[in-house]
């Protein structure tokens, strides 16, 4: 396992410094803004949804740099949609990743604009990417269609719209497969789409694995966010026992996902590591 | 200026009814979200963004249909800047157009995601659009350079990072064309994108009437708002007297732009209409 290790602390970082030199400098009007903007991208994370990205390419054939527009784009989403989250109409926490929160940092205003900011740049660098053209419109259809009412912001609202209700499981999952799978489901769409992958066997074991791996991410946060929220989540509606159960159904589903395709070891082990997380 | 007068109502009407046809449908869950972007786009405006990308396409050769998706992308994002402009954390305003805002109606929540998710399906609607990709790559690099932080989302925090202090005639100047200008700049801009309009003459103007059109919206906005608001206007920076004639002089700016370039006279119409209009 020590080889996966290494390849996700690599694309981490490769992401990581690929994010720093393309946020806008902090020094640059509109200062607060981009200060802002850099603190909710930059403030730390796992970066998942960018090695999944990079991991998917690679898988595709691909090489590395061919991932770097999508892993940066995943990864600005992610952070607008966390700046969101955050916000007292919202989830009302005042800290993220053990700092304080973006609207904390920089008031509510500035957290809202910097959120709407990261999301256009996702956007923008998406466009502006050396890829084929072909290859660009598959990575933003894609990736708008998995943040918008749709996916992920569609499941932050019909969580807010079902709370204090009781949820079924059926129910519970849709709101996830939303709220958090769909982006984990495109961060792997879009490293195929970033290959230029055509091989309908690929892409569909692909979409199977990443619809797997987002509810298996939720269902683990759910998990070991326990206790935390009011929110129905995995543990209120199947129970602790059931819940750690369904997050290892969940991995063997994406890892079966991925049978007869080649050199998808990296991916299986992703599997493993986001069922096994303890953060 | 009978023509003009029906022109923009023939082109405001039918951008209405491919928004409604377009907009997620409200008892499509998650409801509240659906109704709530339906209400932020749907709830009246004048719709210039959307007729001055008609205007632009077709005076670039282009049949009307070629500048539908544009239209309704502008639209959306016009839609989504003025939901989350009117939030608590933003202006405060419990009013648009007339009737309750985004967030009296739905909650502050409801709003912030309502927003997020119109400038999501904005992006995916040129995305999927059916014109040629290199015309849909070209519209979405200049709809996310628009409205990110180096635009529209930019001239916002401009506007906040400024306020209280005095501001310069030109420091003033840059938050306007980015606030309000850039769209509209970029309005008439995607609507010679999305005619697939290559010749660099045609293209020059139609950036320079955008950017003197957008200033002088926004002076004329100043003007009829003026002792609304505390923030640093044109009024307040000038005085009245001088943003009245600077009105008039950016139309004539505008106008000028469009000097040696044929079919213009609807744009031409469209600037008139911009300094005069008493809403």
């Known amino acids: 396992m020590s080889g996966l290790y290494e390849y996700f602390s690599a694309r981490r970082r490769r992401c990581e410094e690929l994010l720093a030199a393309r946020l806008p400098s902090a020094s640059k009007p509109p200062a607060r803004l981009h200060a802002a903007m850099r603190e909710a991208c930059l403030g730390g994370g796992k970066r998942l949804r960018a090695v999944l990205a990079y991991a998917a390419a690679e898988l595709c054939g691909a090489q590395t740099d061919a991932a770097d527009d999508a ?3 995943l990864e600005m989403i992610h952070a607008y949609s966390l700046a969101h989250d955050d916000l007292p109409a919202m989830d009302d926490d005042d800290t993220r990743r053990g700092r304080p929160a973006c609207h904390i940092q920089f008031g509510e205003a500035t ?9 256009a740049l996702a956007f923008a660098m998406l466009a502006e990417s050396d890829l084929p053209e072909s ?6 259809q894609l990736l708008a269609g998995a943040v918008g009412s ?8 019909l969580e807010m719209e079902g709370e204090g209700g009781d949820l079924t499981a059926a129910a519970l999952e849709t709101v ?3 709220k958090t799978g769909a982006l984990i489901c ?11 992958c055509g091989d309908e066997k690929t892409l569909t074991a692909l979409t199977r694995y990443g619809r797997h791996l987002g509810l298996c991410f939720q269902v683990v946060d759910d998990i070991l966010d326990h206790g935390k929220t009011e929110t129905a989540n995995s543990v209120t509606v199947l129970g602790a026992k059931r819940a750690t159960e369904k997050a290892g159904e969940l991995r ?11 050199n998808a070891h990296r991916l299986r082990g992703i599997a493993d590591f986001v069922a096994r997380r303890k953060k």
Chains 1, 2 share one sequence.
């Open 71 to 73: 892993a940066c784009a």
């Open 252 to 262: 063997d589903n994406a890892v079966a996902a991925l049978a007869g395709i080649e």
């Open 111 to 119: 957290a809202i604009l910097a959120g709407s900011g990261l999301q």
């Open 186 to 196: 495109a961060s792997v769409q879009l490293g195929a789409a970033a290959a230029g």
């Open 176 to 178: 996830q497969h939303k």
């Open 135 to 140: 290859r660009k419109i598959k990575m933003l």
């Open 150 to 157: 749709g996916g992920m912001v569609g499941g932050q609202a």
